[in-house]
């Protein structure tokens, strides 16, 4: 499987509601739940209104579409970084996954992903 670098740092951070996310930005995951407002975006883009931030995160997905009965891929990717002590966020779309580790992992990550057989590939473009 090839997975695909993102560009931008990110920020996870806890907003007070979701009113000042533009969300015709390219990237915005947004979690919502009874106690809670989540989202990461790229740190450039996060809005005024957050109660609290995790700056220095970067991602990569998993490119082409991942049918729903692909099993254990994200669990793989998971292992593989918790081997090498590197924590991540992970966010999945409808499409796809998408993790996030600290930037300062971000190279040991990605080559860890390697050794264990998937193929990087960085898009500037993303």
């Known amino acids: 499987m090839k997975i695909i670098t993102l560009k931008d740092t990110f920020s996870v951070c806890k907003t007070v509601d979701l009113s000042a996310i533009d969300l015709n930005k390219e990237y915005f995951f947004i979690g919502k739940t009874a106690t809670e407002n989540s989202l990461i975006c790229p740190t450039h883009e996060v809005p ?33 970084l918790a081997r090498k002590k590197i924590g991540i ?18 190279s040991s990550a990605l ?3 390697e050794e264990s057989g998937y193929s990087v590939e960085d898009r500037n473009s993303f």
């Open 48 to 80: 005024k209104n957050v109660m609290a931030r995790e700056d220095n995160w970067r991602g990569f997905f998993i490119d082409g579409t991942l049918d729903f009965s692909l099993i254990g891929i994200l669990a793989d990717i998971s292992t593989i």
């Open 89 to 106: 966020v992970a966010v999945s779309t409808y499409d796809t996954d998408y993790v996030f580790v600290k930037e300062n992992n971000f």
């Open 111 to 113: 080559a860890a992903l």
